[in-house]
């Protein structure tokens, strides 16, 4: 069983900055790449980053430039640094990994944590 635990989230103002973590745990043999997707109110889960176990990472068009996306492969830990936050990027935040466990690979999820920008 492989678990994925975020941490993170809370209540920001316009312009500032939070960084959130997941960390996956469990019978992990290999990852492949990690990442985060994000929900806010009312809308479609999208794709916010991801980062592969080489380094090589991939941006929405709307956090580039202002989210960074950065892992640590003895940790099996991903990082999400988020400057210059806007009342947009409001959303449930959730940790995705492509595991390799007991022979398969599998995506597994976090439970998400919620980032709140707002004055």
Do not use: H
């Not at 176990?53 to 830990?77: L, P, Q, W």
């Amino acid at each position: 069983q492989v678990q994925l635990a975020e941490s993170g989230g809370g209540l920001v103002q316009p312009g500032g900055s939070l960084r959130l973590s997941c960390a996956a745990s469990g019978s992990i043999i290999d990852i492949n790449r990690m990442g985060w997707y994000r929900r806010a109110p009312g809308k479609e889960r999208e794709l916010v980053a991801t980062i592969t176990s080489d380094g090589s990472t991939n941006y929405e068009d709307a956090v580039k430039g202002r989210f960074t996306i950065s892992g640590d492969n003895a940790k099996n830990t991903v990082y999400l640094q988020m400057n210059s936050l806007k009342p947009e990027d409001t959303a449930v935040y959730s940790c995705v990994a492509d595991v390799l466990s007991a022979g398969m690979w599998a995506y597994y999820w976090g439970d998400g944590t919620l980032v709140t920008v707002s004055s």
